[in-house]
């Protein structure tokens, strides 16, 4: 998986009026080459973060994991983590 349109989509998200880009965000893949490799996966969302920095110095933020994979999320490196279910208990689905 390559970085491949990371930067435009970033220059993209840096222009438009009212928004601010803050940094990248990803959940584990359940398919894939990285499915079932959380801390394969969130390591390479830190490639495309480096990437993107080097143009995009203050984004700076990495949302990566969930309750049930934070622990390689973190020592991935990231800066925010999602944990919903680990607080708030499994909730029903929707629909």
């Known amino acids: 998986v390559g970085a491949g349109g990371i930067e ?6 840096a222009g438009a009026p009212g928004l601010r880009l803050d940094g990248l965000m990803t ?3 359940l398919t894939g080459p990285y499915a079932g490799r959380q801390r394969a996966a969130f ?10 920095r080097a143009t995009h110095p203050a984004a700076n933020m ?3 994991g969930m309750s049930a994979d934070l622990e ?7 800066t925010h983590v999602r ?7 499994v909730r029903p689905g929707l629909g």
């Open 43 to 52: 390591e390479r969302l830190m490639e495309f973060s480096t990437l993107m």
């Open 72 to 78: 390689q999320a973190v020592a991935a490196g990231a």
């Open 8 to 13: 435009e989509l970033a220059a993209s998200v």
């Open 62 to 64: 990495v949302s990566a």
């Open 27 to 29: 959940v584990a893949p």
């Open 83 to 89: 944990v919903g279910t680990a607080v708030l208990g």
